[in-house]
């Protein structure tokens, strides 16, 4: 059993093979923390660890014990009120009005396996695959019960959290905040990374020292937003790619969040994740719970690579559900870049053709199929088919494009509502806005309001129809503009704080209905790109679209820093065309592609209006991306070279799971004269084995591979370059901004 207690000492020790996490029941009986970090020997007693100290402004709740201070313990579930000033994971208010909790141990649990969040996204671990520890406390003038959970994976260095409120007084409670984890260092000596951005530029990694006060990320859109993940991490000050301790926090949540470290005056570090407190109570009734979302947290102290490889496989292994989890994704045509709003049925039955004839799998058709849909004013909500379009309906449609050959799906913005729609002639109620005064518009629509179960059956009802009309394989769910004048018509007064936690627990009830109806549906989920990017989303929607930014070269930032956190598995990742429509920028189409690879492929753009050789350059990288796909989906990713160090040049590759091949690329994205020799440093590789550079007779050690590197194509310096030691497979342009160079290699038979 990974997870022990000593009795006597009342500690946990939750550890696997990589990871210890430490804590004790305190003399106030309440959980503190003690160690988190690489794995330690289990000894009977961690009581050394716990070093007590208090300044002479401390509170103490011991008067006979004043080196006992709840402002200088470290917590495991922190509250305020007794000499605690740190920020808290949580407040209650009882029926007096008073905010002051006392939540003591009581008993414990532990089970192989893990706990189930109901009507929330959460982490699944079978038995055999983790433990968790249940940690039951209560607050006996409250007459309340605290649980709080830890499952710990058996081959992850990861840990899930997550509580949960039971109320078993005779009066209603009121919780002000309720996080999801917390936890504090007793050191500071750290930088603090978040991923973050806007619209078309999500996710850049932001990497500062930590210093004294609160830093934090969060929303208060109703979505996760592209503004800030919902997730950071702490990385010792010398930690790269490769080397250093390092911690991961993120939420299975895609509602308003924070996520916060706190450094205090005496240099320790508060960790704290979950629903936004901001805008939020949760009014507990009599013999009711509240279960907050589920929080990970993960370490390594081999780096960032290492850190992220586990995080993926959570993601794959214990997040993601359904035949998709294991299952390699369709090349994706999708007509949106290609044709806005402008199309008729022949119009894409063409696209759909030069798809099929090039090696793409799935065609999806975007915005627009729908109510008198022409432009972003109209028919959110009317789903169904925009006959003077598609006079044939979608049922046809779909026959037709399915006769090709190919799987068909469709895009869909279930949360919305427009201004001129049907729905809103009959349903003027369900648009989310405060009684007598006037509502925002976001993108020309309104927000349907998730938190009143008749619009949650209405949809479900509604996109039921549309799947089974289209006889549809896969769905992607758009949420295109974040809610404002927050208001739940069906709510009363006092539950109006609840609105948005009621809003998100409303969408993951649709995505969770319509999962169940149609198994086979593969979700893709998209906010106006990468804006509810998040383990959430995940859990219900097994690919996401990473961001409607196409560019290549902005792809690469936005690429890798979401790879900190999610696989290659579940980002979108398109060819568009150049001159991009976000940017204006020219690039290759072997650019285009060596970027979008390294993702979920997919194409974007007018196919038919390309000439012959552009079609065939597409037919052999679908060829080639088809090769290579379980690599490319499901192989472990290294970050080679960071485009947030290297002015936007980045280098990346995956590794076949078993070893056995993998796929390396280079990316320079501005040209510069006669410059150095540069040689890129492998990673992933089996050590003891030779790879074989494919379409080469070279052949290398792994280690010469991982130790001394590839010598990177040599750049413009005036003379022609020697054939020297240049290897590459496949490339762009030779020299010039935007090039790219593949490296393929396969396992060779080790050497005596
Ligand atoms: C959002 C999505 C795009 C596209 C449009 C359609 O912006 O992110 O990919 O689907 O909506 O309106």
């Known amino acids: 059993m990974p997870i022990l207690f000593n009795k006597a000492a009342r500690e946990f020790h939750l550890y696997n093979g990589r990871i210890s996490y430490i804590f004790c029941i305190a003399k106030n009986n309440q959980p503190q923390h003690l160690y988190y970090g690489k794995a330690i020997p289990h000894v009977e007693s961690f009581s050394h660890m716990n070093i007590l100290r208090s300044t002479v402004l401390s509170p103490v709740p011991f008067s006979d014990d004043m080196d006992f201070s709840l402002s200088t313990v470290l917590h495991e579930y922190p509250s305020y009120g007794t000499g605690d000033y740190r920020t808290p994971a949580f407040q209650i208010q009882a029926a007096d009005g008073s905010r002051v909790s006392d939540f003591q141990y009581k008993s414990h649990k532990v089970f192989e396996g893990k706990n189930k969040l109901t009507g929330l996204p959460h982490t699944s671990c079978d038995v055999g695959q983790g433990t968790t520890l249940e940690l039951i406390l209560a607050d006996e003038e409250l007459s309340c019960e605290l649980v709080l959970y830890y499952s710990i994976f058996e081959d992850l260095s990861v840990i899930a959290r997550s509580a949960r409120f039971t109320n078993k007084s005779s009066q209603d409670l009121k919780i002000l905040s309720a996080l ?50 919902p997730a950071c991490f702490l990385a010792a000050t010398n930690t790269d790619e490769y080397s250093g301790d390092c911690y991961a926090f993120s939420l299975l949540y895609s509602g308003n969040y924070t996520a916060f470290a706190e450094v205090d005056s005496y240099d320790g570090t508060r960790i704290g994740l979950g629903i936004n407190p901001f805008e939020f109570q949760w009014n507990l009734g009599k013999g009711k719970s509240f279960e907050t979302p589920e929080a990970i947290t993960a370490f390594s102290d081999r780096g960032l690579n290492d850190l992220s490889s586990n995080l993926h496989d959570l993601v794959r292994k214990h997040i993601i559900r359904g035949i998709w989890k294991e299952r390699v994704r369709p090349v ?195 906010a106006a790109g990468g804006g509810r990017f998040d383990l959430g989303m995940m859990y219900y929607a097994p690919q996401g679209w990473t961001s409607d930014d196409t560019d290549p070269a902005e792809r690469l930032k936005i690429q890798y820093g979401s790879s900190l956190i999610y696989p290659l598995s579940c980002m979108g990742s398109h060819v568009s065309a150049s001159p991009n429509h976000q940017t204006g920028r020219e690039t290759s189409m072997d650019f285009r592609f060596h970027t979008a690879m390294f993702g979920l492929l997919g194409y974007e753009l007018d196919i038919t209006k390309l000439a012959g050789a552009e079609i065939e350059k597409i037919k052999e990288h679908v060829g080639l991306y088809k090769t290579y796909r379980p690599v490319l989906q499901f192989g472990d990713f290294y970050r080679l070279k960071s485009p947030f160090d290297n002015e936007g040049d980045t280098a990346w590759m995956t590794v076949a799971r078993d070893k056995s091949a993998a796929v390396c690329a280079n990316y320079k994205v501005l040209a510069k004269p006669n410059p150095s020799l540069k040689r890129l440093k492998l990673a992933g590789l089996n050590e003891d084995s030779f790879y074989r550079l494919v379409g080469t007779d070279r052949i290398y050690s792994a280690k010469e591979l991982m130790s001394r590197g590839i010598a990177l194509e040599i750049e413009f310096s005036g003379v022609v370059p020697p054939e020297s030691e240049q290897i590459k497979c496949t490339a762009g342009k030779d020299y010039g901004d935007f090039t790219s160079y593949l490296y393929f290699l396969q396992e060779e038979k080790v050497r005596e």
């Open 180 to 229: 999801s984890m917390s936890t504090d260092f007793d050191e500071s000596d750290f930088d603090f990374i978040t991923l973050d951005g806007a619209w078309c530029r999500e996710r850049h990694i932001t990497r500062t020292r930590l210093r004294k006060g609160i830093q934090s990320v969060g929303s208060s859109r109703g979505a996760s937003s592209p503004d800030h993940n």
């Open 332 to 526: 994706l045509f999708n007509n949106w870049e290609a044709t806005y709003f402008d199309f008729d049925e022949e119009k894409l039955l063409m696209l759909a053709w030069q798809a099929r004839s090039v090696g793409i799998e799935l065609f999806v058709l975007d915005d627009g199929w729908f109510g008198r849909r022409n432009d972003d004013t109209t028919s959110l909500g009317d789903w169904y088919c925009n006959l003077d379009k598609l006079p044939q309906g979608l049922g046809e449609l779909s026959a037709k494009i399915k006769s090709m050959g190919l799987l068909f799906g469709l895009w869909i913005e279930p949360e919305m509502i427009s201004q001129e729609s049907k729905l809103m002639n009959s349903h003027n109620d369900w648009a989310i806005g405060v009684p007598n005064r006037s509502r925002s518009f976001g993108r020309s629509q309104y927000v349907l309001d998730m938190s009143n179960q008749e619009v949650v059956d209405y949809l479900f009802h509604a996109i039921a129809k549309v799947i089974e009309d289209g006889d549809l394989d896969y769905i992607k769910w758009d949420m295109n503009r974040s809610i404002t004048e927050a208001f739940g018509a069906a709510l009363k007064p006092e539950d109006q704080m609840s609105f948005f936690h009621r809003y998100i627990l409303g969408t993951y009830e649709l995505y969770e209905r319509l999962s169940a109806a149609f198994p086979n549906v593969l979700f893709e989920s998209c």
